[in-house]
């Protein structure tokens, strides 16, 4: 089986697969702090008709689609900066249009249905290694970029209108993130395919987000569950092809949202926790209240919640919050 | 009002339309410095929509507006602004600490692709102090209550040291605590002889900072001049029957929506 990893093809997906895992959730973590996750999913139909365009005109599909991705996601960009509540149905229009006219310019260019399930579905073993190349310069881009400018990205996503008053150019930072958005569809188009690229750039996110409090855990953690999802659903796919037909790219997804089905239960936990721990308030002169008759001697291995309340502590059982006072309980 | 002291906004003849409709008609405001100017009125007076003007986050549709005895056009020293907009809350889709955005308004003293400076932290640890939110720093801001997320807001506009700030709605739904809260901090601000522009509904516990006191009725200015109770400016003379004629409700929602989407928002 480890000889498998030395095949050259391995190797270029191998690369491919890293690269694309690190890419996608960097843009993503901004997408979705923009409440903007399914903008992915909507380059990455714009793409199908660059894909087309490619095959059609007999060029590079890959450079086809990059150029295509940017421009609508420009457009998606511009649409949503201009348009009140109603720009959502113009991004389905332009969504649907896409995959309509790239599925109609396949059939136009005499392709069959084969040729573009590659790009709609992943076909990550059969890169070349050009296209590694390719895949390697743009993924590097797009990972400098996000973690370079992360000062402005985070304050232009989280704040647009403070951030114009601070000086920032809003338009051309929001710009950006929808042209790296498109580039790392298309980064990933060979990887996971046009219709789960939107997968890589979420899913990894809202995995990461259950267990962080701060942007910047989040988007390291989130390219850090990308990159072993998608290096991990390639040598999945690749193991288990010995026995059965099994897809890189959606194994790579299927293994991300894993991923968040263990981070959400976690999550939860630890948060419910937090809050059960917080401090209660201090209010100054509590009226002297003792508990009824309490067998029970509490203390920090008793198990019951100990929550800190100014400068004792109040256990916390049943509906009440007992305090230590001399020998006897208070009610808090 | 005559003041001898530098005018740090001057805005003459100021209009404000949205949507093609003017909103805010014949503005004239004049903020010296150091001074803490009340800005009231009821929804749908204006003040919201003049202080966007203010800012530039509207364009104005006639008159000059000077910050800094700049011509607004070429005013770019925007360093010296410190804006807290109006929001229910500092969260956005993904988490972030109370550190990183308050941090966020240290960029107005950035450059680009350089890690922070000594004095970036300084000033960024100082904002979180002036709030009062030293233990919370390193929280996530969506686990904070409505009136904490508010402070960070403030804190945010602090961090870049700003001359000049506006604050628009700050204290909407806070509690009284808080509200003291935020009265200690924009008291030190004062102190240390910040301009301050405050929009609010109601004053509450921030009363006895005001020196001066505005009137917005219906996109004009109507008063200009000491300071008001909260029980003045909502007298009958300026009170919300007469500025609510029209019956569109909210803050924004100054023009009718538009049904097709690739209508322009009103702007």
Not at chain 1, 70 to 81: D, P, S, Y
Not at chain 2, 45 to 54: F, I, P
Not at chain 2, 196 to 210: C, M, Q, R, S, T
Not at chain 2, 220 to 243: C, I, K, N, S
Request: proline share 5%; charged share 15%; aromatic share 6%.
């Amino acid at each position: 089986m480890i000889e498998l990893l030395s095949l050259p093809f391995m190797q270029r997906a191998l690369l491919a697969a890293l690269l694309t895992g690190l890419a996608a959730p960097a843009v993503g973590t901004y997408l979705v702090q923009r409440r903007l996750s399914l903008m992915g999913d909507g380059i990455g139909h714009v793409a199908v008709t660059g894909v087309a365009l490619g095959l059609l005109t007999h060029t590079s599909p890959l450079w086809a689609a990059t150029v295509v991705a940017v421009l609508g996601a420009v457009l998606i960009e511009v649409i949503r900066e201009r348009g009140h509540t109603n720009g959502d149905v113009a991004l389905a229009l332009l969504f649907y249009g896409g995959l309509a006219g790239g599925v109609f310019l396949t059939g136009l260019a005499g392709q069959s249905a084969n040729e573009l399930q590659q790009y709609l579905f992943g076909s990550i073993t059969t890169l070349s290694s050009t296209d590694v190349w390719v895949t390697l310069a743009l993924a590097a881009v797009v990972v400098l970029v996000c973690v370079g400018l992360s000062p402005q990205l985070f304050a232009v996503a989280h704040d647009d209108e403070f951030a114009r008053v601070a000086g920032l150019n809003v338009r051309a930072y929001n710009v950006l993130v929808a042209v790296l958005a498109a580039v790392s569809v298309t980064v990933a188009m060979r990887t996971v395919g046009l219709l789960l690229v939107s997968a890589l750039m979420v899913v990894p996110v809202a995995a990461a987000q259950q267990l962080t409090r701060s942007f910047r855990t989040t988007l390291l953690g989130a390219m850090a569950v990308g990159t072993l999802a998608s290096v991990g659903g390639l040598l999945i796919s690749a193991f288990a092809s010995f026995e059965a037909r099994v897809a890189p790219g959606p194994t790579i997804v299927l293994l991300a949202l894993a991923g968040f089905a263990v981070t959400w239960p976690l999550g939860a936990a630890l948060r419910a926790r937090r809050r059960m721990r917080a401090p209660f308030p201090e209010l100054g002169q509590e009226r002297h209240e003792m508990s009824d008759e309490h067998p029970h001697v509490h203390g920090p291995e008793c198990g019951h919640v100990a929550v800190p309340h100014g400068d004792h502590v109040d256990y916390v059982h049943d509906g009440h919050r007992h305090a230590a006072h001399g020998k006897h309980y208070d009610e808090h | 009002m005559a003041t001898t002291k530098e005018t740090v906004v001057d805005l003459r003849g100021g209009a404000i339309a949205i949507a093609g409709r003017p909103v805010v008609r014949g503005v004239d405001l004049a903020v010296g410095s150091g001074e803490f100017l009340a800005l009231m009125g009821a929804n749908g007076s204006g003040k919201s929509t003049l202080v966007r003007g203010l800012t530039g986050l509207r364009p104005l549709t006639t008159g000059s507006l000077r910050l800094f005895d700049t011509p607004f056009d070429h005013f770019h020293d925007w360093r010296r602004v410190g804006f807290v907009p109006q929001r229910t809350g500092a969260a956005s889709g993904v988490p972030s600490s109370v550190w990183e955005v308050v941090a966020s308004g240290r960029l107005t003293r950035r450059r680009l692709l350089r890690a922070l400076s000594r004095a970036d932290q300084a000033a960024i640890d100082e904002a979180i102090s002036v709030v009062g939110l030293e233990r919370e720093t390193r929280q996530g801001v969506s686990q904070l209550s409505g009136g904490q997320q508010q402070r960070v807001l403030i804190a945010r506009a602090l961090a870049g040291q700003p001359d000049l700030f506006f604050l628009d709605e700050p204290t909407a739904g806070v509690d009284l605590p808080n509200q003291q809260a935020l009265a200690e901090a924009l008291g030190t601000l004062k102190s240390r002889g910040s301009t301050i522009v405050l929009v609010a509904h109601e004053l509450g516990a921030l009363a006895p900072l005001v020196d001066r006191s505005v009137v917005m009725r219906d996109g004009r200015v109507a008063y200009d001049g000491d300071p008001l109770a909260d029980h003045e400016v909502h007298h009958p003379d300026f009170g919300e029957a007469h500025t609510h004629h029209h019956t569109e409700p909210g803050r924004r929602d100054h023009s009718p929506h538009v049904g097709s989407p690739l209508d322009r928002r009103a702007r």
